[in-house]
């Protein structure tokens, strides 16, 4: 795996979706580690990156449960944003 290309993660749902992107890429690669160990008869190896492979399965979930909050924040924030306009415009309060 080489290094991301980006040095700026722009905002934090940006740099979620990112880490979600290079999680994922990760898992591939050890399912392939995996496979091949498999295929050469090197159980220690397999059992050894099959363990790690469990602990991205769980990194993977945790990382998609957070941008999916994030993700309900900024909606939030959005209708937040709509509904405070037409009260600053009348000058009323909410």
């Not at 957070?66 to 939030?76: A, F, R, V």
């Amino acid at each position: 795996m080489k290094r991301p290309d980006r040095d700026n993660w722009g905002s934090g749902s940006q740099a979620l979706r990112s880490a979600l992107q290079l999680e994922i890429m990760l898992s591939k690669v050890l399912q392939d580690l995996k496979t091949l160990a498999s295929e050469n008869n090197e159980a220690a190896l397999s059992d050894c990156v099959g363990e790690f492979l469990d602990k991205q399965m769980k990194d993977i979930a945790s990382l998609e449960y957070h941008l999916g909050c994030w993700k309900e924040l900024e909606e939030l924030a959005q209708w937040e944003t709509l509904f405070e306009k037409p009260a600053a415009a009348s000058g009323e309060e909410i």
